[in-house]
C-alpha cells in the first residue's frame, strides 16, 4: 500500500469540515446573476419590486392589478435583498435563497446533534443541502420553495423538541407562530402540515387530549392575530372575497379535483421514482428501506422515527397531487435523509450487500465526475467558452484526487463525496451556467426588452387589457423603466405603446386601426407581442 493512502487516512475531520464550510459559498454564488430569470422568479420579484414602487407592501399587484395567488412575506424578504446589494435584479433575489439554504443547513445540524452527535450531525445537513435537486437547480433560483421548507421543517422539529420536554405551552405558540409563517409565504399548505404534523406528534407522544388545553388555544391565537391581523390589513386595501377564494384555488388546484383519477392513478405510481431520481445521489439511501427489519429498526430511536412519523402523515398529500413539482418537496429531504442514514450506519455495521451497492454507486459518481469534465473540452456546445481547457482540465485532476480519497479512506467517504459534489458545482457554476444560458430564449427575451427600453423611452408603455405577457418580460420592463407599468382598455392615452398578445385578441389590428410599429419576442417563442402606436 502506497505511504500517501496513510497520509490521506491521517487528515483530521475538522480539515474536511473546512474545507466543505469553505466550498459551500463560491460553489453557490459563483455565477449566481448570470441567468434571466424565469417565470416564477420573474412573478416573485416583479411583485416585490411594484410594492417597492406603489409603496404599498401589504396588497401586492402586478402590472398594477391585484396579485392574489400568494400572501406577500417572500416580497418582503426579497425587498429586503434587493435594499441591502441596492438594486433590483438576479444576484439579491437569489441570494436570499442561498442564505435561506445555509439556514436549512444548520437546522438540520441543530436538530440532529442532539440526538447523534457532530458527525452524524454535520453530514446529515450537508447531504441535504447537496442533494441534487438543491446543487443544480433550486439553490439558484430566487423562488419561496427553500425558505418555505426551512420554515416547514422548523414547525416539524418545534413539535418533537418541546413534546420531549414536556414544554407544551412552548410547543403550542412555536408550531402556530411557524405556521403563521409559512402561511404568508405560501398560503393554505402551511395549515394542512400544522394540522396533521401537531396531531400526529401529539398522539405519538401520548398527549393528544392537549389538543383540547388551553395551551392549544394559546397558540391558535398566536396563529390567528398574525394572520387576521394581515387580512385587516389587506382589507384597507382590497375586499377579501377575491384573496381567500384564490388562496384556496390555488391549494387544490394540482389534485385529482381537476385532473381527474387516471392521472392521479398513475401519478401515485410513478411519484416514488422520481422522487428518487430528482434527489440523487443521497436518495441511494432507500436502499436501507430494503430490509424485513426495517419497522424494527426505526422503532429503535425515538428521534428517528419520529421523522419517519413527519414524512409518513404529510408526504401523501403531495404523493395523491397530480401536478406536484421537486421543489415542493424538499421540506421532507431532512426527515428521509436522517432516518435512512441512520439505516445505512447499521447497514454498513454489518456489511450488507446493501451497504456495498450504496458505497459503489456514489463511487461510481466520483470516477464519473471528472471524466464528465475532461471531455467537456471536446463538446461543441461548451467548447467555445475562453480557458474551457485549463478550467476542464484542473477540475477534473481535483475531481480524480477527491476519488482517490474516497476510496483510499474509506470510513469517511461520505465526506469525500460532499466535496466531489461542491467542486464539481463550482466547475458547474464556472462552465456550464456562462454557455447554458449563451444566446437561449430567455436571454434573447431580455435583451430584447432592453432594447426596446431604449428605443421607446419616452413613450407610456401599456399593457392591453388581458394580455398575456410572460413575466420576466413584465419584470425587465418594470426594472428597466422605475415605474409600474400598467394594464388598461382603453385606446386613447397620450404617447403610449400599447403591447398586445395576438393570441388573446382575434384582429388587434382592428382595435387600434393600424399595424403594429414593433414586437417583443418573450422568453416563449409562441408568445410574441405586438407593439401598437397611436401616434
Not at 496513510?6 to 469540515?17: D, G, K, M, Q, W
Request: net charge positive.
Amino acid at each position: 500500500m502506497p505511504f500517501w493512502f496513510e497520509h490521506i487516512r491521517a487528515i483530521p475531520t475538522r480539515y474536511l469540515v473546512l474545507l466543505i464550510l469553505l466550498l459551500f459559498f463560491p460553489a453557490h454564488l459563483i455565477h449566481l446573476g448570470i441567468a434571466p430569470f424565469n417565470g416564477d422568479e420573474a412573478i416573485r420579484s416583479l411583485v416585490a419590486l411594484e410594492m417597492d414602487l406603489s409603496g404599498n407592501y401589504i396588497a401586492p399587484t402586478m402590472h398594477g392589478a391585484p396579485y392574489i395567488n400568494k400572501p406577500p412575506l417572500f416580497n418582503w424578504i426579497l425587498l429586503v435583498f434587493f435594499k441591502l446589494f441596492g438594486y433590483f435584479g438576479e444576484y439579491p433575489a437569489r441570494t436570499a435563497t442561498v442564505f435561506f439554504l445555509a439556514a436549512y443547513g444548520w437546522a438540520v445540524y441543530r436538530f440532529t446533534r442532539a440526538t447523534f452527535g457532530f458527525e452524524f450531525a454535520f453530514l446529515s445537513a450537508f447531504m441535504v443541502v447537496t442533494t441534487g435537486r438543491f446543487l443544480i437547480y433550486d439553490s439558484m433560483l430566487g423562488l419561496i420553495d427553500t425558505t418555505f421548507s426551512v420554515v416547514i421543517y422548523t414547525l416539524f422539529m418545534s413539535i418533537y423538541y418541546f413534546s420531549i420536554r414536556a414544554q407544551w405551552l412552548r410547543l403550542f405558540l412555536a408550531s402556530y407562530f411557524l405556521m403563521a409563517a409559512a402561511f404568508m409565504l405560501k398560503g393554505l399548505p402551511a395549515v394542512v402540515f400544522q394540522g396533521l404534523s401537531l396531531s400526529a406528534g401529539l398522539i405519538y407522544f401520548g398527549q393528544w387530549r392537549r389538543l383540547f388545553s388551553w395551551q392549544h388555544l394559546a397558540g391558535i391565537s398566536v396563529a390567528a392575530g398574525i394572520l387576521g391581523g394581515y387580512l385587516w390589513a389587506y382589507a384597507q386595501y382590497q375586499p377579501l372575497e377575491a384573496l381567500l377564494p384564490n388562496l384556496m384555488e390555488e391549494s387544490v388546484k394540482r389534485t385529482a379535483v381537476v385532473f381527474g383519477w387516471w392521472k392521479t392513478v398513475k401519478h401515485i405510481f410513478l411519484f416514488p421514482f422520481d422522487s428518487v431520481y430528482h434527489f440523487l445521489p443521497f436518495s441511494l439511501l432507500i436502499l436501507a428501506w430494503i430490509n424485513r427489519h426495517f419497522w424494527q429498526r426505526i422503532r429503535e430511536n425515538k428521534f428517528v422515527f419520529f421523522n419517519f412519523l413527519m414524512l409518513a402523515v404529510n408526504l401523501p398529500v403531495y404523493w395523491s397531487s397530480v401536478q406536484v413539482y421537486a421543489r415542493y418537496l424538499l421540506m421532507f429531504i431532512p426527515l428521509f435523509t436522517v432516518m435512512s442514514f441512520f439505516l445505512m450506519e447499521q447497514e454498513r455495521a454489518g456489511s450488507t450487500w446493501r451497504y456495498k451497492w450504496f458505497y459503489g454507486l456514489l463511487g461510481l459518481l466520483a470516477v464519473l465526475m471528472p471524466v464528465t469534465f475532461f471531455v467537456l473540452p471536446f463538446v461543441p456546445e461548451v467548447n467555445f467558452l475562453p480557458g474551457i481547457w485549463p478550467l476542464s482540465l484542473g477540475f477534473g485532476l481535483a475531481l480524480v484526487a477527491v476519488a482517490v480519497c474516497y476510496f483510499t479512506d474509506k470510513q469517511r467517504f461520505l465526506w469525500w463525496s460532499i466535496v466531489s459534489l461542491l467542486l464539481a458545482r463550482i466547475a458547474f457554476d464556472l462552465i456550464v451556467l456562462p454557455t447554458r444560458h449563451y444566446e437561449n430564449d430567455v436571454s434573447v427575451a431580455k435583451r430584447d426588452v432592453y432594447n426596446l427600453v431604449e428605443k421607446y423611452r419616452d413613450r407610456k408603455w401599456i399593457i392591453y387589457g388581458d394580455s398575456y405577457v410572460r413575466e420576466p418580460a413584465s419584470f425587465y420592463m418594470t426594472q428597466q423603466f422605475g415605474h409600474i407599468v400598467p394594464r388598461s382598455f382603453r385606446t386613447d392615452e397620450p404617447n403610449a405603446l400599447y403591447f398586445v398578445n395576438p393570441l388573446d385578441f382575434t384582429n388587434p389590428d382592428s382595435i387600434f386601426q393600424r399595424r403594429p410599429v414593433d414586437t417583443l419576442q418573450t422568453d416563449y417563442k409562441e408568445y410574441i407581442l405586438l407593439l401598437y402606436s397611436l401616434e
